[in-house]
């Protein structure tokens, strides 16, 4: 089994910078791929950014050049990261930690999920 924590949600300004934080334990040997969905009120869950325990990242379109993903995979801990930059009050939802031990990131392929964060770009 692996759980996922998350850390790192808030209120912030539009235009402001978020970093979420979502560390893996349990049985981290069986993770592939670990990334970000987030979800408004009233809306479906959807891809944020995914990246693969090789190193190779997957963004949706509409944060291509604002986030960026990165991963650390030291002894036993796996921890994945959310840079958030130019926030815009649309990216307002709560962001979930997700991870999957095959090679799909659709979310019918996720094994694991966090608790999930709140993310608030507001003025």
């Known amino acids: 089994q692996v759980q996922l924590v998350e850390s790192g949600g808030g209120l912030v300004q539009p235009g402001g910078s978020l970093r979420l934080s979502c560390a893996a334990s349990?049985?981290?040997?069986?993770?592939?791929?670990m990334g970000w969905y987030r979800q408004a009120p009233g809306k479906q869950r959807e891809l944020v950014a995914a990246?693969?325990?090789?190193?190779?990242?997957?963004?949706a379109d509409s944060m291509k050049g604002r986030f960026t993903i990165s991963r650390d995979n030291v002894k036993n801990t796996d921890t994945v990261y959310l840079q958030m930059n130019n926030l815009k009050p649309d990216d307002t939802a709560v962001y979930y930690c997700a991870a999957s031990a095959g090679s799909g990131w659709a979310i019918r392929d996720i094994d694991y999920w966090g608790q999930g964060t709140q993310v608030t770009v507001s003025s």
């Open positions: 349990g049985s981290i040997f069986r993770l592939n791929a």
């Open positions: 990246i693969t325990s090789g190193g190779r990242a997957t963004y």
